[in-house]
């Protein structure tokens, strides 16, 4: 499992294309300077402050667990630091981006915010870099990042930090780069070697991949999260038996350890298994120690839903899911949930329901304690949202209308994860119009981590007449292999059965 942002901190920042958040629409103005510090010497190590020993000996446990992704399981620890010590800042951070809900990690976030004047310089950059992440904007994300790196130049996890940066805007080589300075810091850093050998996957480059996997289970052969980050490697690949069998030894290490099930469940549907792929998932249910984790099974199982065709039976999954959300308030995943269903439904070529879904997520978010930012990102994102509704109605010329105030938000943003969803945007646009080399040079903009993109490029290609291109486009989509995505299942077996006709 590669390390990931808690549900909320995804939804907001947009990782799933078709449910994306882009950034905010105001003017962008220059990252604030956290307080000056005198520079550690030699570059030093970020401090953890805290008045109290006991509480950072509970922080430390709870961090050793949370970088070897057993999330839940970190979560007592860094509770019983912040009771320790109230004024614990970064164990607020902890809290919060180990949250299983939308609702705690912005609890937990804005007390490390408000803690984060009594925090020492490099433990207020990484809470300031997390707050401007949650709020979509990239661009003081990544200032107070490099603040962060050039404060503290022989940290490990700075170098982590900025890599994640790197990922999380599919720039690999750079992700790649300070992954490899972390590992370098310290050898035994066993969580740098686990994102590494994603940057690698990412990259296309399999077989340095599988030399950090392979150092990271060398490290700590006795936890469960090597074996499954190699799984998903495996999973990738297509070797779907060999993946399995390196799941189940998660498992076996570790009975909790619920994403090997959700791993397990996508080998059994990629061979075709879809019963044994749903009865695998509710192994999720039986084992759910929160709604966080709940909902992490219901997703799946909706995505399998979706993959069958059965998406009446998807957007119950997907009511399950609000209802979990409901019952605490917990307005992003309930938006997330509105999206989610918008999705199904626009999918499902009933545009005008999903225009009623993705304004209740809207309003969900306008009437929040959420952030300025994020209600006007919610703003942005829902022309992003009406393009694709108006497409629905064979409405190019409304399409078109939102597609370009979603484009003049993206460049304010200055977010490339929204300019590359403008080019999206601008691609299906083009292919309504059987525009196909307009659509190509927009969708080769776009982003490659989303199947359906690949899946676009194929139809261009094929409006065109390059059958040999569009071959390689649609097997590329068909055997995406992906951990559950709404994008993949909408395309899957279309892409297939377009590579067969090829």
């Known amino acids: 499992m590669r390390s990931i942002r808690p549900f909320a901190f995804v939804w907001i920042l947009g990782v799933a294309a078709a449910v994306t958040v882009s950034g905010c629409v105001k003017k962008e103005a220059p990252a604030p300077v956290a307080e000056t510090q005198p520079t550690p010497v030699n570059g030093g190590k970020i401090p953890v402050t805290t008045a109290s020993a006991d509480a950072k000996t509970e922080f430390l446990q709870g961090r050793d667990l949370a ?10 620890h860094f509770e019983k630091a912040a009771s320790l010590d109230p004024n614990f800042a970064l164990a607020e951070l902890n809290l919060a981006t180990s949250a299983p809900t939308g609702k705690e990690f912005f609890e937990h976030l804005n007390k490390a915010v ?15 870099a997390t707050e401007a992440g949650a709020n979509n904007d990239a661009v003081k994300q990544k200032e107070y990042l490099d603040q962060l ?30 992954y490899k300075k972390a590992t370098e810091l310290e050898p035994t850093y066993s969580t740098a070697y686990n994102i590494l050998g994603y940057a690698y996957r990412q990259n296309v480059d399999y077989a340095n991949a599988e030399k950090a996997f392979q150092k990271y289970i060398e490290l700590i052969p006795k936890d469960p999260n090597p074996y499954d980050s190699y799984a998903e490697l495996l999973l990738k690949e ?14 076996s290490i570790e009975p909790t350890f619920l994403n090997a099930h959700q791993g397990i469940a996508m080998d059994l549907l990629y061979l075709g298994k879809r019963d044994q ?6 192994n999720i249910d039986k ?3 929160n709604d966080g984790e709940r909902r992490t099974g219901l997703l799946a199982l909706t995505v399998v839903h979706v993959d069958g065709g059965k998406m009446a039976r998807a957007l119950e999954d997907v009511d399950k899911q609000y209802a979990l959300g409901e019952k605490t308030n917990d307005v992003p995943v309930m938006a997330f949930d509105r999206q989610l269903k918008g999705n199904i439904l626009l999918e499902m070529g009933k545009p005008d329901p999903a225009v009623g879904e993705f304004e209740r997520g809207l309003r969900l978010i306008e009437g929040s304690n959420l952030s300025q930012e994020i209600k006007d990102n919610a703003r942005l994102v829902h022309h992003y949202n009406l393009a694709r509704t108006a497409l629905g109605k064979k409405d190019v010329a409304g399409a078109k209308t939102h597609a370009d105030e979603f484009r003049k ?21 083009a292919l309504a119009e059987n525009d196909y080399d307009r659509a190509l040079a927009e969708l080769q903009q776009a982003n490659q981590q989303n199947p359906q993109n690949l899946y676009r490029t194929c139809q261009a290609y094929l409006g065109k007449g390059d059958k040999e291109k569009a071959k390689e486009l649609c097997t590329k989509a068909a055997e ?20 067969e006709r090829s």
């Open 238 to 251: 297509g070797k779907f038996d060999d993946s399995i069998a390196q799941y189940r030894k998660a498992l």
């Open 480 to 499: 995406f292999n992906s951990l559950p995505q709404l994008n993949y299942a909408f395309i899957r077996t279309k892409a297939r059965a377009a590579t």
């Open 409 to 429: 938000g993206a460049a304010a943003s200055r977010n490339p994860a929204q300019a590359k969803q403008a080019h999206e945007l601008d691609g299906i646009i």
């Open 287 to 289: 084992k759910a120690r």
């Open 67 to 76: 970088e070897k992704l057993r999330i839940t399981d970190s979560i007592a």
């Open 114 to 128: 408000s803690l984060a004047g009594k925090a020492s310089n490099g433990e207020r950059l990484l809470i300031l």
């Open 277 to 282: 792929a749903i009865a695998e998932l509710q």
């Open 149 to 178: 790196v050039a404060a503290y130049p022989n940290d490990e996890r700075a170098h982590f930090n900025l890599g994640g940066y790197y990922f999380g805007q599919q720039d690999y080589p750079q992700a790649i780069e300070h």
